[in-house]
């Protein structure tokens, strides 16, 4: 992580070098120019790094450019004060403007884009997202040779929660199980929400062993937060690891979900038994 905060903080550090310098080089070429103005060609430097960089890169670059073009426009002329004044703070304007356009649509595009990829409900990746994401993960297993794996999760007696509760306390519970997913899977690890109320998480470089050993704690996690809550269900998580990574995420997903759902089954019949005995239901996580 502090790796990533370095490196970024260094391509940051490069745009805007780049960016200054260009400034300058079109600064310099305005001003050997004089019959051809060249003031279009700041905004390309401010442009650049309003979009690729955010509002301060740009709103600098405008700064920059001001004093730039205005010295080598009037810097060598006869101008009145005022035409001094107007041609440098309409440029002012004018850079400064671009910059902030720029960085409002970008963060506005930013913005939806996010909406488009992530639950809004938990903030989890949504169905599209996760798909998308999870090629990238097994075609980069795929090259290194390394093994993965796939937990699905599912909530029983979701719906009861909804009918007795209400929706409300439905979204709470759902908001509940995202943080236990975030708190015990790794950085490394794709958690999502495919929909409703049915969870999956991608293990990237997880063999068989390990993938049982996380799925043991999701489980213990998730009938922890479910107790804290006081709510009346229960997890049924499939599971389906691969040495050889399958050929398509589709494949994976089929395989753990039929999995949940014989584990569903299993444990459906246990309860009906058990409560045939007690009258009380268990309140476990069933996985396999």
Partial sequence: MVSGRVTGRL???LWCAVGMLLLGAIGLLDHHTPKLSLSIFYLIPISVLSWRVGRGAGLLAALVAT????FALVAERDYDLFYRLWNGGSRLVIFAGAALLLANLREVLERERHRAAFDALTTLPNRRAFFEAAEAHLKAARRQGKPVALAYIDVDGFKGVNDVRGHAAGDELLKEVARSLREVTRTHDLCARLGGDEFVVLMADA???????LVARIGAALTEGAKRGDWPVSFSIGMAAFDEVPLDIEELVHIADARMYEIKNKGAAERRSESRVDGVPPSRPTMG
């Avoid at 004093?67 to 205005?70: G, I, K, L, N, T």
């Avoid at 063999?207 to 050993?213: I, K, L, T, Y």
């Fill in 11 to 13: 391509q940051v550090f």
């Fill in 207 to 213: 063999n068989a062993a390990a993938a049982e050993r």
């Fill in 67 to 70: 004093p730039v073009s205005y």
